[in-house]
């Protein structure tokens, strides 16, 4: 019990003295995320969108196996990457294993199906809601594309928030692609596993204190946007 | 000018439009009647090439535009909506003529789905007539407007037509029918029953399911 508070009083110094070993661990974190975020927004929104208006056999099948895909345990895409990153693997030569690109990488796998799958469903009722209007207007199913997610952009940032949350807070992949290299590439998540387990609980409590706030944040930014939205006719 | 020649439309195996054929008054408004479900709607979507016959063709000239019985507005403003389908140098000067026509002009900044149902269904009337359409079709218009609001949106109705537009409407308000057509064309269970002068059409309906409507007595179809 006295162990238990003097580690929370220890975690609550490194925070107050912004520590820089914390801090190194909290930017990497939030730099890894938010680019994975990045480019598997740039894969997945323009599938999600091409997916709620086009029609094509086996868009079905594309749809389900995208879906399956949004559970896939972290641990086994970071399995899959670090396969096709490793030095026999077919991307080897690149030498990207352990390194805070492979992280980028992985967190980037993961959530594209996710940002693809809710970013189509939300599409897809828009295209409902504006496919005769447009239509109308005298455009075609994929020149409607950039009106739709121009007309979605208040959820599709909820989907964006969304995926940021599940790539920050995951450990799986990053453990495997990125090794938890201290000072290179280690994050919360995988310093908190690692100190937790060292018993060095002081760093664990206090990164543990920081994912929680932005995980949170993340939560309330979305329901302000959602709020803000409803109020004001978006 | 606008024809309909041996026109036919099924959804799943059921017909809904059957071997339609017509050429309309140059004139107008066109005012479409039937009860509940007889093609009304499908009929405007024909005409204005949503959807696609499955037998026969149709002739419109363009321009069209075509406002929706529940109107399909923009998250954006009330002016970003009627610029939408605009191009060209002068589609700032165009949208805000279109505004002032409806009176929306004091509410151009607002965002349009935050209007009251009148407001959105003129404001989806400012927007396609700024798109200055040689055929508009409305979709029931008024459906579902208060007195008032119904008013106002048949004084724009009335401007556009005057402007010559040709107007091709649905509605279910005799009452609006009566003081808007120049043409009537009666549909019942996916058949053209009666194409006539609006003046003869209330004063003597040929049919007896004209009869029938007018007198209030066949609100829907039974199934077709
Ligand atoms: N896309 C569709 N698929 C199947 N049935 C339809 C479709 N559109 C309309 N219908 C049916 O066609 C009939 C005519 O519909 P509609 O033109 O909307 O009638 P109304 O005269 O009331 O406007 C109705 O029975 C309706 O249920
Ligand atoms: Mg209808």
Same mark, same amino acid.
């Given at each position: 019990?006295?162990?238990? %508070? %003097?580690?929370?009083?220890?975690?609550?110094?490194?925070?107050?003295?912004?520590?820089? $070993?914390?801090?190194?661990? !909290?930017?990497?974190?939030?730099?890894? %995320?938010?680019?994975?975020?990045?480019?598997?927004?740039?894969?997945?929104?323009?599938?999600?969108?091409?997916?709620? !208006?086009?029609?094509?056999?086996?868009?079905?099948?594309?749809?389900?196996?995208?879906? &399956?895909?949004?559970?896939?345990?972290?641990?086994?895409?970071?399995?899959? !990457? +670090?396969?096709?990153? %490793?030095?026999?693997?077919?991307?080897?030569?690149? $030498?990207?294993?352990?390194?805070?690109?492979?992280?980028?990488? @992985?967190? &980037?796998?993961?959530?594209?199906?996710?940002?693809?799958?809710?970013?189509?469903?939300?599409?897809?009722?828009?295209?409902?809601? +504006?496919?005769?209007?447009?239509?109308?207007?005298?455009?075609?199913?994929?020149?409607?594309?950039?009106?739709?997610?121009?007309?979605?952009?208040?959820?599709?940032?909820?989907?964006?928030?969304?995926?940021?949350?599940?790539?920050?807070?995951?450990? $799986? @992949?990053?453990? =495997?692609?990125?090794?938890?290299?201290?000072? +290179?590439?280690?994050?919360?998540?995988?310093?908190?596993?690692?100190?937790?387990?060292?018993?060095?609980?002081?760093?664990? =409590?206090?990164?543990?204190?920081?994912?929680?706030?932005?995980?949170? *944040?993340?939560?309330?930014?979305?329901?302000?946007?959602?709020?803000?939205?409803?109020?004001?006719?978006? | 000018?606008?024809?309909?020649?041996?026109?036919?439309?099924?959804?799943?195996?059921?017909?809904?439009?059957?071997? !339609?054929?017509?050429?309309?008054?140059?004139?107008?408004?066109?005012?479409?009647?039937?009860?509940?479900?007889?093609?009304?709607?499908?009929?405007?979507?024909?005409?204005?090439?949503?959807?696609?016959?499955?037998?026969?063709?149709?002739?419109?000239?363009?321009?069209? @535009?075509?406002?929706?019985?529940?109107?399909?507005?923009?998250?954006?403003?009330?002016?970003?909506?009627?610029?939408?389908?605009?191009?060209?140098?002068?589609?700032?000067?165009?949208?805000?003529?279109?505004?002032?026509?409806?009176? #929306?002009?004091?509410?151009?900044?607002?965002?349009?789905?935050?209007?009251? $149902?009148?407001?959105?269904?003129?404001? &989806?009337?400012?927007?396609?007539?700024?798109?200055?359409?040689?055929?508009?079709?409305?979709?029931?218009?008024?459906?579902?407007?208060?007195?008032?609001?119904?008013?106002?949106?048949?004084?724009?109705?009335?401007? #556009?037509?005057?402007?010559?537009?040709?107007?091709?409407?649905?509605?279910?308000? #005799?009452?609006?029918?009566?003081?808007?057509?120049?043409?009537?064309?009666?549909?019942?269970?996916?058949?053209?029953?009666?194409?006539?002068?609006?003046?003869?059409?209330?004063?003597?309906?040929?049919?007896?399911?004209?009869?029938?409507?007018?007198? *209030?007595?066949?609100?829907?179809?039974?199934?077709?």
């Amino acid at each position: 019990m006295n162990d238990l %508070s %003097s580690a929370i009083a220890q975690a609550l110094g490194m925070l107050l003295h912004w520590d820089a $070993g914390l801090l190194r661990i !909290v930017g990497l974190s939030l730099r890894v %995320s938010l680019t994975a975020v990045g480019v598997a927004a740039l894969v997945g929104l323009p599938l999600g969108a091409a997916l709620a !208006v086009a029609r094509f056999p086996g868009r079905g099948a594309v749809m389900a196996v995208l879906n &399956a895909l949004m559970g896939l345990p972290p641990v086994l895409c970071g399995l899959l !990457v +670090y396969l096709l990153l %490793s030095r026999s693997g077919p991307l080897g030569a690149w $030498g990207l294993l352990f390194t805070p690109t492979a992280m980028v990488v @992985a967190q &980037a796998a993961l959530i594209m199906p996710i940002l693809a799958a809710l970013s189509c469903q939300l599409l897809r009722s828009l295209w409902e809601e +504006y496919a005769e209007q447009l239509r109308s207007f005298g455009l075609s199913r994929l020149g409607a594309v950039p009106t739709l997610l121009w007309e979605g952009r208040v959820g599709l940032t909820t989907v964006l928030l969304a995926g940021f949350g599940r790539a920050a807070a995951e450990v $799986g @992949a990053v453990m =495997i692609v990125g090794g938890n290299i201290e000072g +290179y590439t280690r994050v919360m998540t995988t310093a908190i596993a690692l100190e937790t387990s060292k018993g060095d609980l002081p760093l664990a =409590i206090a990164l543990g204190l920081v994912l929680m706030l932005v995980v949170f *944040g993340v939560n309330a930014l979305a329901m302000a946007l959602r709020g803000w939205a409803d109020r004001s006719g978006h | 000018m606008i024809r309909a020649d041996n026109l036919s439309f099924a959804a799943g195996g059921v017909p809904i439009i059957r071997d !339609v054929s017509f050429a309309l008054d140059p004139d107008g408004p066109t005012l479409i009647l039937g009860p509940n479900g007889a093609g009304k709607s499908v009929l405007l979507r024909l005409l204005h090439g949503l959807l696609e016959p499955d037998a026969g063709q149709v002739r419109a000239p363009g321009p069209q @535009a075509m406002v929706f019985q529940r109107p399909v507005l923009l998250r954006r403003s009330v002016l970003a909506n009627v610029l939408f389908p605009l191009r060209g140098p002068d589609a700032r000067a165009r949208a805000e003529q279109a505004l002032a026509l409806v009176g #929306l002009q004091a509410m151009a900044h607002r965002p349009a789905r935050r209007l009251s $149902g009148g407001e959105q269904q003129r404001l &989806a009337l400012a927007r396609a007539a700024a798109q200055r359409p040689a055929i508009l079709f409305l979709d029931e218009p008024c459906a579902a407007l208060d007195p008032a609001a119904t008013r106002a949106v048949e004084e724009i109705i009335r401007h #556009l037509a005057a402007a010559g537009t040709r107007i091709v409407m649905t509605s279910h308000d #005799l009452g609006q029918a009566r003081r808007l057509a120049g043409e009537v064309l009666f549909l019942h269970q996916g058949r053209l029953l009666e194409h006539t002068p609006a003046t003869e059409f209330f004063a003597a309906p040929r049919s007896p399911e004209a009869a029938a409507f007018l007198r *209030g007595e066949l609100l829907w179809a039974p199934g077709a």
